[in-house]
């Protein structure tokens, strides 16, 4: 599925932690590819992108610990090409 960034300002300290490991945001007006969708612990849904492949970075479990996984994009940084919100259908279908 293909969608659009429409929000590319990240917090100061997440773009520090990103520019530790590495990290590539995606930009705003940039046209991507959904690679896939994984659903959060907080219930929040992010995305990996095909244009952009991140190194693994740590992140605090609640159960784990420390794990490592390629960090996520909340999907509400992101639109359909024709400028609408991406639903979670579509993504299910998406991923199908």
Do not use: S
């Amino acid at each position: 599925m293909e969608v659009i960034c429409t929000n590319d300002n990240f917090p100061a300290p997440v773009l520090a932690f990103y520019a530790e490991f590495g990290v590539q945001t995606p930009k705003r007006d940039q046209l991507y590819t959904i690679r896939q969708v994984k659903r959060h612990t907080t219930g929040e849904t992010g995305v990996l992108l095909n244009e952009i492949q991140n190194p693994d970075v740590p992140v605090k479990h609640p159960v784990m610990g420390e794990v490592w996984f390629e960090p996520t994009f909340n999907i509400n940084r992101f639109a359909t090409l024709l400028g609408q919100p991406v639903r979670q259908e579509e993504l299910e279908n998406a991923n199908a």
